[in-house]
């Protein structure tokens, strides 16, 4: 088998498979080269969620004309001139494959100008024309049309538009979050959907999750062992239904970070409910030497030279802050802020005039100290008001046995009960299908349990879970064969969401309307839903779209419409007979023809409708049989 050596054109192929999957880092890829360029103004564009137009125009440094053609070139980067300089990597970009890359599968444009006037050069396919004078400002403008137009198989398994975008549309909400002090404007199809004025991060907050959410946030800045922590956290009473409503930034760079996020979780344990999830928008700023960027194909996680410090600094810190302790107003920038103000009115004005003191030491400990001391905590229960759900495995779950012998005894044991639980189930009188002529009705006890003979056979009824099943199974009914009525709403109810969210409603707004659901998109990121089924009326439309959302990631049409059955069940609950309702003859005889004899019925919850009692069974309890 011989060997060959790839050509430039299949190489940079290769390589946009791992740099360039999506047009969503296409745009990751295209705005980190702005940043690193010192751009202040960022403008992205995008149509058809970026497979037709992507054009990014900043106003950095720009490209020289004589180096045009060496942007296009692969491993061709400003960023890198050593292999000690990947140990101390300060940009987002370095490894010099993402032009070359992006231009083998599209085709670009680069317009720049670095001062000397603008210049531009195209490339298709890879293949690169010649250098000309262009119209441009000073900046770099590099727009990118027909993504993937050479590689048909990777254009057919990209996602619809709307998905498209959607990842666009998130990546581009890290980025406002990530550099606040830049002004972005994002458009999508002609309209814009995001724009940022660089004035700071409140601004970029409210730009991207909407100014209400300032409200329930604590601003915090913490300085611990050589680390520094800053941003927004939410308060104790803010959670979201998932975890897309949190961003850590790591010396700038957008990652997702186990460690950090385990500490931030753990410190909210005590407060959240089950599948609710911390808000939170941090900043973790680390020495250049104990982290390594360079760890993930994508740069989408980094490694930290000691995970337990990293832990132990994020936890303390928020932990502190939720559970308001003395050392929170150490971490809470309105704390600092007042106790500033404070001091300024309280120095005296000859202050001015006197020696200038000397400075408070610091009792703070480097990163190295605190790698040092032996007696550093980072133990998540020290100082909690309650004991948090931990999210890490039972120890009795991870016992190691003694010996091999003790193992193969404790399965065979688990295996014996099991076939003993398996064998009573089978044992127990199976309750089937009764004749309803055959069935004399006997009375009611305490207004809930209806009792009916039939030969040596009584039957104890719940009117509640009886009369619960037969509604649920008619709504079921109506769900299966989409017979749906919808009412409209007197008001509408404007969901809003992040957009990640809004993509994956725009995805199943067909799903949901089948089922009887008005929805539709309201501009931004907002869906307007101006109708509900008629047999879910009263439906609490913020915890029903709460407990979507809460599993979106993997939710499908199966997941949905379990979601349903429990709000159908939910719905028959509460349109069902209650216990302790006097029902009259006529209704005990209509509620027993809809069961058409079957005491085999559960309730929507589980419950059993009807339980079935032995002549034999009674005469043992009163002792006429032994």
Do not use: W
Request: charged content about 25%.
């Amino acid at each position: 088998m011989s060997i060959n050596i790839l050509t430039p054109d299949v190489y940079n192929r290769i390589a946009a498979g791992e740099v360039v999957d999506r047009p969503y880092s296409v745009v990751k890829e295209l705005v980190e080269n702005s940043i690193d360029a010192g751009a202040t103004d960022i403008s992205v564009e995008i149509e058809e969620g970026g497979k037709k137009l992507i054009r990014v125009t900043d106003n950095g440094c720009g490209i020289p004309k004589n180096e045009l053609k060496k942007a296009y070139l692969p491993h061709a980067t400003s960023k890198l001139q050593s292999a000690e300089d990947l140990f101390t990597v300060a940009t987002l970009g370095f490894r010099g494959e993402a032009i070359a890359s992006i231009a083998s599968v599209s085709r670009m444009e680069i317009v720049s100008d670095a001062g000397e006037g603008a210049f531009s050069l195209a490339c298709e396919g890879g293949a690169c024309g010649d250098t000309q004078a262009a119209p441009g400002a000073k900046g770099t403008e590099i727009t990118v049309r027909d993504l993937f137009f050479n590689t048909p198989a990777r254009l057919k398994f990209l996602k619809s538009d709307s998905q498209e975008e959607g990842d666009v549309s998130n990546m581009m909400a890290r980025f406002i979050l990530s550099r606040p002090g830049i002004a972005f404007t994002y458009t999508v199809g002609g309209k814009v959907k995001y724009r940022s004025f660089g004035d700071g991060l409140a601004s970029a907050l409210a730009v991207v999750y909407g100014a209400s959410v300032l409200e329930n946030c604590h601003e915090i800045s913490a300085d611990k062992h050589g680390i520094r922590l800053s941003g927004y956290i939410g308060n104790r009473n803010f959670s979201k239904p998932n975890r897309t409503y949190q961003s850590l930034f790591v010396n700038g760079r957008y990652v997702v970070n186990q460690t950090v996020g385990a500490a931030v979780t753990n410190a909210y344990a005590a407060y959240l409910m089950k599948r609710q999830y911390p808000f939170y928008v941090l900043f973790l700023d680390v020495p250049q030497e104990i982290v390594d960027v360079n760890v993930h194909p994508n740069k989408a996680d980094v490694r930290f030279q000691d995970n337990q410090i990293i832990y132990g600094s994020v936890y303390s810190v928020v932990s502190s802050v939720l559970d308001g302790n003395s050392r929170a107003l150490e971490y809470l920038v309105s704390a600092k802020r007042e106790a500033q103000g404070s001091e300024a009115q309280a120095v005296p004005e000859v202050q001015a005039a006197a020696e200038p003191q000397k400075p408070v030491e610091s009792t703070q400990m480097t990163y190295e100290e605190a790698k040092k001391e032996l007696e550093f905590d980072v133990s998540p229960l020290k100082g909690r008001p309650s004991e948090p759900r931990f999210f890490e495995p039972e120890p009795s779950r991870f016992e190691v046995r003694s010996s091999a012998s003790e193992v193969r005894m404790d399965r065979q044991e688990d295996f014996f009960e099991e076939n003993q639980r398996f064998l009573r189930e089978q044992a127990k009188p199976k309750q089937e299908k009764v004749d309803v002529a055959a069935l004399t009705f006997k009375g009611e006890l305490f207004r809930t349990y209806l009792f009916y003979e039939a030969g040596d056979v009584a039957y104890i009824v719940d009117q509640h879970a009886a009369h619960e099943r037969l509604i649920y199974d008619r709504l079921q009914e109506k769900l299966a064969s989409r017979k749906v009525v919808s009412q409209p709403m007197l008001v509408p109810y404007l969901l809003e969401l992040n957009a990640a969210e809004h993509a994956f409603f725009v995805k199943n707004i067909p799903l949901l309307e089948e089922i009887g659901f008005g929805i539709e998109e309201f501009g931004g990121n907002c869906i307007k839903v101006s109708a509900v089924p008629t047999d879910l009326l009263g439906i609490d439309l913020p915890s029903f779209f709460g407990e979507v959302l809460s599993s979106m990631e993997s939710l499908r049409a199966i997941r949905l419409n379990t979601l349903l059955k429990d709000k159908l069940a939910s719905a028959a609950c509460k349109a069902a007979v209650k216990g302790g309702e006097k029902l009259t003859e006529d209704e005990v005889e209509a509620l027993l023809a809809r069961m058409d004899g079957d005491m085999g019925l559960k309730c929507p919850h589980g419950r059993p409708v009807a339980v079935m009692v032995k002549k034999s069974e009674m005469e043992k309890l009163f002792k006429r049989i032994v």
